[in-house]
Structure formats: C-alpha cells, structure tokens
C-alpha cells in the first residue's frame, strides 16, 4: 500500500508539474523547459542529462499544439517563421551531438547560467 501511495504522489507531481510546464510553454513559448528540468530531477528523480533530454521531448509536441492554435486563431503567419527553421534544426542537431559529450556538472552550469541571462533580460525590458 505505500509503494502505491508513493506512486501516486510521484505521478500526481509529475502531472501537476506537467500542467504547469504547459501553461508556461504556452503563455512564454518554450520556457516550460526551464521548469521541466528541475521537474524531471527533483521529482521525476532523473539525472541531468535525462532531465534534459526528456524535456526537449515534452516540450516538442507541447510547443506543437499551441503553434497549431495560434495558427488557429490566425495569430501566427508560418511564412514569418520559416526563415528560422533551417538554423533551428541545426542547432537541435548541434545540441543533440554536444550533449553526449559534456558532463551533467557542466550542463547543470550553462543551463544555470542560461536562466540568469534570460531573467536579467526578461528584467532589463
């Protein structure tokens, strides 16, 4: 009985977190990632490398969904946004090589250091 309690406070972490993420992504674009790492850490109990990973995997088709209803809503023009595809998917394959090769120590800083970069930004506008 308490391995099932356990799993059930786990999940509902998970899914409540997984909500949060969502309603993040959708109001800031992909910044539900800098709530998912620490979610798939702390809670999901996975290390930094997979927390990482996974997060690329929740936010990608999150990110989908609410691109299709903003496209919906007649609030994005795809011809605006295809001028970044080809660098983004560059990037995506960059990021997926240089991962494999960088310590969890290491990502835990650039990602640390990323989320204080764009919160000075966010502040300074």
Excluded at 110 to 115: K, P, Q, Y
């Amino acid at each position: 009985m308490l391995i099932i309690k356990h799993l059930n406070s786990k999940f509902l972490g998970l899914a409540g977190g997984g909500f949060i993420v969502g309603i993040i992504n959708g109001l800031l674009g992909a910044g539900g990632g800098m709530l998912a790492v620490p979610l798939l850490c702390s809670v999901g109990k996975l290390n930094r490398h997979e927390s990482h990973i996974n997060s690329v995997a929740i936010i990608l088709p999150l990110s989908v969904f609410s691109a299709a209803l903003y496209c919906v809503e007649g609030r994005v023009e795809i011809s605006d946004v295809l001028i970044y595809l080809p660098g983004g998917i560059l990037g995506a394959l960059a990021g997926t090589y240089i991962i494999k090769k960088i310590s969890g120590s290491t990502l835990r800083k650039i990602f640390a250091l990323f989320m204080i970069w764009a919160g000075i930004r966010i502040l300074m506008r």
